[in-house]
C-alpha cells in the first residue's frame, strides 16, 4: 500500500485526474486544449499531472461548478496552484484552514487575489473589502484546506480501486 507521500510526489493520467475530481475526462480535454489551466506536467504527448496540477484542476472545477467566469476561475486556480505549490502537505498540519480569496469589487480590470490563514484573517480581509469598496463587493472563496481533503479521499478511493 502506497502512503500519503506519494499521493503527492506520483504524477496521474488524465482519466485519474477526471475520477478523482468527479468530472468527465471530455471535459479535462478540453480544458487543456483551450488551455484553461496552467500545468506543471505539460509537455508533448500523453499528458501527466502533478499533484499540483491535480488540485489546480480540482479548484477550477469547483470555480466553475460555482458559476464563477472562466477567467475567475482560471486566475483563482492558478493562484492557489502558484501559492501552494508543494506545501499541500504542510495544509494538513496548520490549526485553521487556508482560503483563497478573489476580491473584484472595484472592476474587471483589477481583481485582487490573496491567501488567507485561518477564519479570522479571512473575515478581517473581508472586512476591509466591504469598508472600502466604492461599490458593492463581489469576491469568491476558496477554503483550500476541504477541497484538499475531499481530493485527497479521492486519491484513496481510486487507489484502492486500482489495487
Known amino acids: ?9 506520483r504524477t496521474y493520467t488524465a482519466s485519474e485526474v477526471a475520477k478523482i475530481v468527479g468530472m468527465n475526462i471530455e471535459t479535462l480535454r478540453v480544458w487543456r486544449r483551450r488551455k484553461q489551466l496552467v ?10 499531472y502533478t499533484f499540483n496540477d491535480l488540485m489546480a ?18 486566475l483563482i486556480a492558478g493562484t492557489v496552484s502558484q ?28 481583481i485582487q487575489i490573496e491567501m488567507h490563514l485561518g477564519l479570522e484573517e ?17 469576491y469568491h472563496i476558496v477554503d483550500c484546506g476541504a477541497l484538499f481533503l475531499k481530493v485527497l479521499v479521492s486519491c484513496t478511493k481510486v487507489r484502492e480501486e486500482s489495487e
Not at 500545468?39 to 501527466?48: A, I, N, V, Y
Not at 505549490?85 to 480569496?101: P, Q
Request: net charge negative.
Open 57 to 74: 484542476v480540482a479548484t477550477y472545477h469547483n470555480m466553475v461548478r460555482s458559476h464563477c467566469t472562466n477567467t475567475i476561475a482560471e
Open 122 to 138: 479571512l473575515l478581517e480581509a473581508i472586512t476591509q473589502i466591504m469598508r472600502s469598496s466604492k461599490r458593492q463587493p463581489a
Open 83 to 110: 501559492q501552494l505549490a508543494n506545501k499541500w502537505s504542510g495544509i494538513l498540519g496548520t490549526e485553521s484552514s487556508v482560503f483563497c480569496l478573489c476580491n473584484n469589487a472595484m472592476d474587471e480590470e483589477n
Open 1 to 9: 500500500m502506497t502512503g500519503k507521500s506519494d499521493t503527492y510526489s
Open 39 to 48: 500545468l506543471e506536467g505539460e509537455r508533448q504527448g500523453w499528458t501527466r
